[in-house]
């Protein structure tokens, strides 16, 4: 996948410690879940183990993340049955980008100090 390449290009410059970590966790997972996804003899034994590769802490939040978890998880399956189709990556990366996006709101965003909403 080529999103697994960028990933490892990014950490490799990237100057924060914590985020370079991130980022090359994110790798591990997306190797792990390319592997599954070669590897599992169906959808479901597939599907099970792709929920914990650590998506959250000890998994314990995946729950919240799963629509958008469950679209990586069908993006790279699919992408993995086929030979280096540009909407197959196009699909993987679209379905990555929106499961950072809502694994950031409801993950990074819950330690956030809680601020009122406008009133009209």
């Given at each position: 996948m080529h999103l697994i390449d960028e990933l490892e290009q990014r950490a490799a410059v990237e100057?924060?410690?914590?985020?370079a970590q991130l980022l090359r966790e994110d790798v591990m997972r997306l190797r792990k879940l390319a592997?599954?996804?070669s590897s599992a003899p169906d959808v479901e034994t597939y599907r099970r183990a792709a929920r914990r590769l650590g998506w959250t802490a000890q998994d314990a939040r995946t729950g919240e993340i799963s629509e958008p978890l469950?679209?990586?998880l069908d993006a790279v399956r699919e992408a993995q049955g086929q030979v280096a189709d540009a909407a197959a990556e196009q699909r993987v990366r679209e379905a990555w980008t929106?499961?950072?996006?809502v694994r950031m709101e409801r993950l990074i965003g819950c330690l956030s100090t809680p601020v009122p909403k406008p009133v009209d």
């Open positions: 100057p924060s410690l914590f985020r592997e599954l996804a469950n679209r990586l929106e499961l950072t996006r």
